[in-house]
């Protein structure tokens, strides 16, 4: 073992075990960082990856393994200690006070050098120039709740540089960004490789790892599988292999659809969001009869409230929605689920299910009222209910007394699925439904949306994950700010979605 | 089915070790009060179950804290926090008795038309509520405790002033009501009226709400609104839907007590029953059977507490003390969330594999 440290190494860590009520989260896990160099950390979700970041972040205390840092033996009882070691850990979700300033959350946590007065404006000019080494554009002085996500996040990551990190851990970086703000995402990281630093990227996404990694060390079922140097005889499917332990084909027979007629038209929408701002400004939008109708776009565009309005549960301030030529807008909720709207939500937490009630339970909360007799729930039939859609979609918990909240993301969105797909729904709306799942159940529930639309149905797929886009919808629309940028056949270039994404109006419309 | 019993069976189990918990803590208070915490124990066990009488005692204590403990339940299993069940229990009361004393109604006819009033007065005390909420977005912690002054207030100015019985020597009561109206008793010399069926009764009742689909739908708003929304029920419907329901069976735990034990209006009417239904209500898991389980300790705890105050030295505030240790301990219980923390566990282990 001690041959393998070398002096080259930012990050040592070996043998760890890490174990949750005697199930190995991480078993036996050997992995090395260089310095300056962009490490990939690859698995499945569930996989082991953020445990293991967990435990070299001083979050997690594993039960057994060593951790050098920068060739030294360091125990890590604590994120303070890991920050004093020179690790930064820029987390999935964003720990940022949102009603303060950028410099303000950087100053967070941290004595001011001039006493009882704060040191704001010093502070705020070496982070500019920190930023600026970078290559990264910020104003020290907005506030974070006016920022976009990708900038929410150069706030983190110069947080954790500001505080002297040497040792940068990204968790799932790209997942809430546009192509073109990845691209300038892994420019700053490629500076800082050059400074060296080193970083460790957690992911699963593949092309990432080949486009940006140096080497890449996959986990799965909390093991580690390999350990690569990315070059040019890495390929998607060997690492897909290592991950996922078996071939995945992400190849969809995609049945192309003769354009119908127009199923549903969404005519100059505007519909305001929780903030009493204008989410969508004068949004139209027609989806035809049998078609998967792609929406792509960065999150908090209006996709979420325009979403909501054309299931009834958002208020519509102008503009019309019909569906078969029948207005729906400003309907409630209980009509347009009557008119065979079903709704994938966003948020299968707080909208999608009922976290404290069992599964079976939760199959019928739209459909109450048909299973029941004399007024009472029947319980034996939505005992048959749920044993049919357990094996229909392949749902894995105990029995259908358990609870929602007690399965994994993938059988919870199979829940949601088996529930809203249940009498061939007219439309489908899907709010990023892939979102945070693994690999084997986002190949699922695109079949599903797939297997839906062969049925019949139209489906609005709306989702930040372009990819999805391409690979699922027959035309692929684009909104930002409120406002349909333009409509571009399926198999159109990243690139050019990118810069729709981006707000960039399409030429058409220019010339109109 | 054997989910479901060992569910339940854990529900008591945890119910059972809160209370222990809450005694032990309670004896090492007892014993620096200088008194024995074994005699206190005996002597209120004693207190509640040493005759028939005594525990006859218990079940008129029954019978007003469960109907209210079950309405509280309904507005909390939706999420709402409706604390005003002593001014729901008032104003089915003051409903009650104007109708009894003023309409001069028939008794076959005037005790329906009694209870019905008290549902009506408790159920539009608690509406009220919902009602601000839905409106102006008023928290219902506030509003129910705000209303619950209102009603004791508005008590008091009917028992001293239009209500006040002419014949009575300047007493804050309303006069009896006459002997047809009240509920029989099972023997004399015993306040034990059959108002116990009519508890008994209101608990299957809520055996069956909760499987139905009104029930389901509050149940459901227990859940979160933006889920009940996206179900196609009407949040704002349920929020005045629930209160009503909850505060209508306060109102008829009113009408049990007036009509069952004081037979007049008097002050104080609720003597601080409200505080204790939400104990039983949440000792009881918000669960038909719990809450009636719950309510016989409670009641217990009062009757046995009384009677141990009067037979020796040591203070009826043991009870308070008790009642507040399980209280701290429920909310400690669901801080602590065992629950969550298993899951979080049991969920680390099925990624893992």
Same mark, same amino acid.
């Given at each position: 073992?001690?041959?393998?440290?070398?002096?080259?190494?930012?990050?040592?860590?070996?043998?760890?075990?890490?174990?949750?009520?005697?199930?190995?989260?991480?078993?036996?896990?050997?992995?090395?960082?260089?310095?300056?160099?962009?490490?990939?950390?690859?698995?499945?979700?569930?996989?082991?990856?953020?445990?293991?970041?967990?435990?070299?972040?001083?979050?997690?205390?594993?039960?057994?393994?060593?951790?050098?840092?920068?060739?030294?033996?360091?125990?890590?009882?604590?994120?303070?200690?890991?920050?004093?070691?020179?690790?930064?850990?820029?987390?999935?979700?964003?720990?940022?006070?949102?009603?303060?300033?950028?410099?303000?959350?950087?100053?967070?946590?941290?004595?001011?050098?001039?006493?009882?007065?704060?040191?704001?404006?010093?502070?705020?000019?070496?982070?500019?120039?920190?930023?600026?080494?970078?290559?990264?554009?910020?104003?020290?002085?907005?506030?974070?709740?006016?920022?976009?996500?990708?900038? !929410?996040?150069?706030?983190?990551?110069?947080?954790?540089?500001?505080?002297?990190?040497?040792?940068?851990?990204?968790?799932?970086?790209?997942?809430?960004?546009?192509?073109?703000?990845?691209?300038?995402?892994?420019?700053?990281?490629?500076?800082?490789?050059?400074?060296?630093?080193?970083?460790?990227?957690?992911?699963?996404?593949?092309?990432?790892?080949?486009?940006?990694?140096?080497?890449?060390?996959?986990?799965?079922?909390?093991?580690?599988?390999?350990?690569?140097?990315?070059?040019?005889?890495?390929?998607?499917?060997?690492?897909?292999?290592?991950?996922?332990?078996?071939?995945?084909?992400?190849?969809?027979?995609?049945?192309?659809?003769?354009?119908?007629?127009?199923?549903?038209?969404?005519?100059?929408?505007?519909?305001?969001?929780?903030?009493?701002?204008?989410?969508?400004?004068?949004?139209?939008?027609?989806?035809?009869?049998?078609?998967?109708?792609?929406?792509?776009?960065?999150?908090?565009?209006?996709?979420?409230?325009?979403?909501?309005?054309?299931?009834?549960?958002?208020?519509?301030?102008?503009?019309?929605?019909?569906?078969?030529?029948?207005?729906?807008?400003?309907?409630?909720?209980?009509?347009?689920?009557?008119?065979?709207?079903?709704?994938?939500?966003?948020?299968?937490?707080?909208?999608?299910?009922?976290?404290?009630?069992?599964?079976?339970?939760?199959?019928?909360?739209?459909?109450?009222?048909?299973?029941?007799?004399?007024?009472?729930?029947?319980?034996?039939?939505?005992?048959?209910?749920?044993?049919?859609?357990?094996?229909?979609?392949?749902?894995?918990?105990?029995?259908?007394?358990?609870?929602?909240?007690?399965?994994?993301?993938?059988?919870?969105?199979?829940?949601?699925?088996?529930?809203?797909?249940?009498?061939?729904?007219?439309?489908?709306?899907?709010?990023?439904?892939?979102?945070?799942?693994?690999?084997?159940?986002?190949?699922?529930?695109?079949?599903?949306?797939?297997?839906?639309?062969?049925?019949?149905?139209?489906?609005?797929?709306?989702?930040?994950?372009?990819?999805?886009?391409? !690979?699922?919808?027959?035309?692929?629309?684009?909104?930002?700010?409120?406002?349909?940028?333009?409509?571009?056949?399926?198999?159109?270039?990243?690139?050019?979605?990118?810069?729709?994404?981006?707000?960039?109006?399409?030429?058409?419309?220019?010339?109109? | 089915?054997?989910?479901?019993?060992?569910?339940?069976?854990?529900?008591?189990?945890?119910?059972?070790?809160?209370?222990?918990?809450?005694?032990?803590?309670?004896?090492?208070?007892?014993?620096?009060?200088?008194?024995?915490? =074994?005699?206190?124990?005996?002597?209120?066990?004693?207190?509640?179950?040493?005759?028939?009488?005594?525990?006859?005692?218990?079940?008129?204590?029954?019978?007003?804290?469960?109907?209210?403990?079950?309405?509280?339940?309904?507005?909390?299993?939706?999420?709402?926090?409706?604390?005003?069940?002593?001014?729901?229990?008032?104003?089915?009361?003051?409903?009650?008795?104007?109708?009894?004393?003023?309409?001069?109604?028939?008794? =076959?006819?005037?005790?329906?038309?009694?209870?019905?009033?008290?549902?009506?007065?408790?159920?539009?005390?608690?509406?009220?509520?919902?009602?601000?909420?839905?409106?102006?977005?008023?928290?219902?912690?506030?509003?129910?405790?705000?209303?619950?002054?209102?009603?004791?207030?508005?008590?008091?100015?009917?028992?001293?002033?239009?209500?006040?019985?002419?014949?009575?020597?300047?007493?804050?009561?309303?006069?009896?009501?006459?002997?047809?109206?009240?509920?029989?008793?099972?023997?004399?010399?015993?306040?034990?009226?059959?108002?116990?069926?009519?508890?008994?009764?209101?608990?299957?009742?809520?055996?069956?709400?909760?499987?139905?689909?009104?029930?389901?739908?509050?149940?459901?708003?227990?859940?979160?609104?933006?889920?009940?929304?996206?179900?196609?029920?009407?949040?704002?419907?349920?929020?005045?839907?629930?209160?009503?329901?909850?505060?209508?069976?306060?109102?008829?735990?009113?009408?049990?007590?007036?009509?069952?034990?004081?037979?007049?209006?008097?002050?104080?009417?609720?003597?601080?029953?409200?505080?204790?239904?939400?104990?039983?209500?949440?000792?009881?898991?918000?669960?038909?059977?719990?809450?009636?389980?719950?309510?016989?300790?409670?009641?217990?705890?009062?009757?046995?507490?009384?009677?141990?105050?009067?037979?020796?030295?040591?203070?009826?505030?043991?009870?308070?003390?008790?009642?507040?240790?399980?209280? =701290?301990?429920?909310?400690?219980?669901?801080?602590?969330?065992?629950?969550?923390?298993?899951?979080?566990?049991?969920?680390?282990?099925?990624?893992?594999?």
């Amino acid at each position: 073992m001690e041959e393998l440290r070398s002096k080259n190494c930012a990050v040592e860590m070996y043998k760890i075990i890490k174990e949750f009520n005697d199930v190995k989260a991480n078993d036996n896990v050997d992995f090395f960082v260089k310095n300056g160099s962009i490490h990939g950390l690859l698995g499945e979700n569930g996989a082991g990856k953020t445990t293991l970041m967990n435990v070299l972040y001083g979050l997690y205390h594993p039960e057994q393994g060593e951790i050098c840092i920068k060739g030294k033996k360091c125990e890590i009882p604590s994120p303070t200690k890991a920050i004093s070691l020179g690790i930064g850990m820029v987390h999935q979700h964003f720990m940022l006070a949102r009603p303060f300033t950028i410099v303000e959350n950087v100053m967070l946590g941290r004595k001011s050098r001039k006493g009882f007065l704060l040191d704001t404006k010093e502070t705020a000019e070496e982070l500019v120039a920190l930023a600026n080494k970078y290559k990264m554009k910020i104003d020290p002085y907005a506030k974070i709740w006016q920022l976009s996500v990708g900038e !929410q996040q150069r706030v983190e990551i110069l947080t954790a540089l500001y505080q002297g990190a040497e040792i940068l851990i990204l968790d799932e970086p790209t997942a809430v960004l546009t192509p073109q703000e990845v691209d300038g995402l892994f420019e700053t990281l490629r500076e800082m490789k050059n400074d060296g630093k080193a970083i460790i990227l957690i992911t699963h996404k593949l092309e990432e790892i080949l486009s940006i990694v140096d080497e890449v060390t996959v986990l799965r079922d909390g093991v580690m599988i390999g350990h690569v140097e990315v070059d040019c005889n890495t390929t998607k499917s060997s690492l897909t292999k290592m991950m996922v332990g078996r071939d995945v084909l992400f190849n969809f027979d995609k049945s192309l659809v003769e354009a119908g007629a127009k199923k549903l038209v969404i005519k100059d929408l505007k519909v305001l969001n929780d903030k009493n701002f204008l989410a969508l400004d004068g949004f139209s939008l027609d989806i035809n009869e049998g078609e998967i109708l792609g929406l792509a776009g960065v999150d908090g565009n209006g996709q979420k409230e325009l979403c909501e309005a054309l299931t009834g549960i958002r208020h519509v301030e102008s503009g019309e929605v019909k569906l078969d030529n029948i207005n729906i807008e400003n309907k409630p909720p209980l009509f347009a689920i009557e008119k065979g709207i079903a709704h994938i939500p966003e948020d299968r937490h707080i909208t999608g299910l009922a976290l404290g009630w069992s599964l079976k339970k939760n199959l019928i909360i739209k459909t109450f009222k048909a299973n029941s007799k004399f007024g009472l729930i029947d319980e034996k039939k939505i005992e048959d209910r749920w044993e049919k859609a357990k094996i229909a979609y392949q749902i894995k918990a105990n029995s259908g007394d358990d609870w929602a909240r007690d399965l994994s993301g993938g059988n919870q969105q199979k829940v949601i699925l088996a529930r809203e797909l249940e009498n061939n729904p007219a439309i489908l709306i899907a709010n990023q439904p892939t979102r945070g799942l693994d690999i084997g159940a986002t190949e699922y529930v695109r079949q599903k949306i797939l297997d839906a639309k062969s049925e019949g149905t139209s489906v609005l797929l709306v989702s930040a994950d372009l990819e999805e886009i391409l !690979q699922l919808s027959d035309r692929i629309a684009v909104i930002y700010d409120g406002k349909l940028m333009g409509i571009l056949p399926s198999g159109s270039d990243v690139k050019e979605i990118g810069e729709l994404m981006m707000g960039k109006k399409m030429e058409v419309e220019h010339d109109a | 089915m054997r989910n479901k019993l060992t569910k339940n069976l854990n529900q008591l189990l945890l119910a059972i070790g809160t209370i222990i918990l809450a005694l032990l803590v309670g004896a090492v208070i007892i014993s620096f009060s200088g008194n024995s915490p =074994i005699e206190a124990y005996l002597s209120m066990f004693n207190g509640a179950f040493g005759s028939k009488q005594r525990f006859m005692e218990v079940l008129v204590k029954m019978i007003p804290l469960v109907i209210m403990a079950l309405g509280t339940s309904v507005a909390f299993k939706a999420n709402l926090w409706n604390i005003g069940a002593d001014g729901q229990f008032i104003m089915g009361s003051i409903f009650a008795i104007f109708v009894t004393i003023y309409s001069g109604l028939p008794p =076959i006819i005037g005790i329906p038309v009694s209870i019905i009033a008290a549902m009506i007065g408790g159920g539009l005390w608690a509406g009220l509520a919902g009602w601000i909420k839905v409106k102006f977005n008023a928290n219902e912690v506030i509003t129910t405790l705000m209303l619950n002054y209102i009603a004791v207030y508005f008590l008091s100015f009917l028992v001293y002033g239009p209500m006040m019985d002419p014949g009575g020597s300047k007493m804050p009561q309303t006069k009896l009501i006459p002997d047809a109206f009240r509920l029989p008793l099972f023997e004399s010399g015993n306040r034990l009226h059959i108002g116990i069926f009519i508890s008994l009764i209101i608990v299957v009742i809520m055996i069956f709400f909760w499987k139905s689909t009104l029930g389901f739908k509050i149940a459901l708003l227990g859940q979160g609104e933006k889920v009940t929304t996206y179900s196609g029920v009407s949040v704002k419907k349920m929020i005045v839907f629930t209160m009503i329901i909850s505060g209508l069976l306060s109102g008829i735990a009113g009408w049990t007590e007036i009509y069952g034990v004081q037979y007049r209006l008097l002050e104080g009417i609720t003597s601080g029953y409200g505080s204790m239904a939400i104990v039983i209500a949440l000792m009881g898991g918000l669960n038909p059977v719990g809450i009636l389980i719950s309510g016989f300790f409670f009641s217990a705890l009062l009757v046995g507490g009384a009677t141990m105050q009067r037979m020796t030295d040591i203070p009826f505030s043991i009870v308070d003390i008790v009642q507040g240790l399980i209280i =701290i301990f429920i909310i400690a219980r669901t801080a602590i969330n065992f629950k969550e923390i298993k899951n979080r566990i049991v969920r680390r282990m099925e990624h893992v594999k």
